[in-house]
């Protein structure tokens, strides 16, 4: 299982439309609202890299309002 954090840009004003579109997308764990350079911030998860990256760019990036997003993938260190 592979996870990662996705911070989302958005249109002024569309925070919470858009947090609240994500919540609903198959394989996101969490859509929350933050204040600082990112809007939202969503935690996700899938089987494979290849996964997380079609649900990143095909269902994350393709809702309406996101200027940018910026993937961040959680490592295990030991």
Excluded: F, H, N, W
């Excluded at 996700?44 to 996964?51: C, G, N, P, R, Y």
């Excluded at 990036?61 to 030991?78: D, E, H, N, S, W």
Aim: net charge negative; proline share 4%.
């Amino acid at each position: 299982m592979v996870q990662a954090y996705i911070l989302v840009q958005t249109e002024v004003g569309k925070s919470a439309a858009v947090a609240g579109e994500i919540s609903g997308i198959p394989g996101v764990i969490s859509a929350e609202d933050v204040t600082g350079p990112y809007d939202v911030i969503v935690r996700a998860e899938a089987d494979t890299v290849d996964e997380l990256g079609q649900l990143v760019v095909a269902r994350v990036q393709g809702v309406l309002g996101i200027t940018r997003t910026l993937t961040c993938p959680v490592v295990k260190l030991v």
